[in-house]
């Protein structure tokens, strides 16, 4: 069934003066017009071919563009705008604008994409995930280290970003052949959240752990045993250890 959108909600996020609030306000916004809304000329808009691209690569195409026109500060300034579709760009911007600063760190990376890590708006925090993976996939070893001290924040957003970033497959993105092969290098990672009290992130965890069963189940069995020998009684660590093996084996007793 199709949602319909109000007429006056829909004419907002036209115009880049409301949030989004499921999938169906985020497809229905004409980007194009956003961007010439920023500023952006409609001859560099046009180039960009929104209009031919899938989701994923319009927001990216959108972001890019920022980051090559924009200065520092004018990104950073786009940050708080009352549209999280153009806070979404300016996660990509950053990136971009950042990724012509060489050389570059996986710390560099983080602390630039923690504000959209954090963001209110659950879209944000996806596209910012989404941006900066890449260049933190490029960056495995660095990554993790950097990241190790966000599983301990007290922000429940921050926490999930560290261990979304790094899904060895992903959703919408390139998988990262590397923790494929081996995913044990993320435990640094993985291993202080067994007993998520979250269930964001615990959801994050538990699918995390999923994309490495595809390829290494005995891994998932194994690390998922040793956490329920460990917190055989907490129930954060129980519902995380049953979605993640949930097409392994039959689900441990809940």
């Not at 319909?4 to 609030?21: N, V, Y």
Request: aromatic share 6%; net charge positive.
């Amino acid at each position: 069934m199709t949602m319909i959108i109000p007429p006056a909600h829909f004419a907002a996020l036209q115009e880049g003066k409301a949030e989004t609030r499921h999938l169906a306000d985020m497809l229905a916004i004409d980007m194009a017009r956003l961007l010439q809304r920023l500023g952006l000329p409609p001859t560099d808009i046009a180039a960009l071919d929104l209009q031919n691209q899938g989701f994923v690569s319009r927001m990216r195409r959108a972001g890019t563009l920022i980051g090559s026109r924009y200065s520092e500060a004018e990104i950073r300034a786009l940050q708080s705008h009352a549209s999280d579709t153009v806070r979404g760009f300016a996660a990509y911007a950053t990136v971009e604008a950042l990724s012509r600063e060489a050389p570059q760190t996986a710390g560099g990376f983080c602390r630039a994409i923690r504000p959209f890590a954090a963001d209110r708006h659950f879209g944000v925090r996806e596209w910012a995930w989404m941006a900066v993976r890449p260049a933190l996939a490029a960056r495995l070893a660095e990554a993790i280290d950097t990241l190790t001290p966000w599983v301990r924040d007290p922000d429940p957003n921050i926490r999930r970003f560290a261990v979304e970033v790094l899904r060895p497959r992903g959703v919408w993105t390139r998988h990262i052949p590397a923790l494929r092969r081996d995913p044990s290098p993320i435990l640094p990672l993985l291993n202080p959240l067994q007993t998520e009290t979250h269930k964001y992130v615990q959801d994050s965890v538990a699918n995390w752990l999923n994309d490495a069963g595809k390829d290494n189940p005995a891994f998932v069995i194994a690390l998922c045993q040793s956490w329920r020998i460990a917190q055989p009684d907490h129930p954060g660590t129980r519902r995380i250890c049953r979605r993640a093996q949930r097409r392994l084996a039959p689900p441990p007793d809940a």
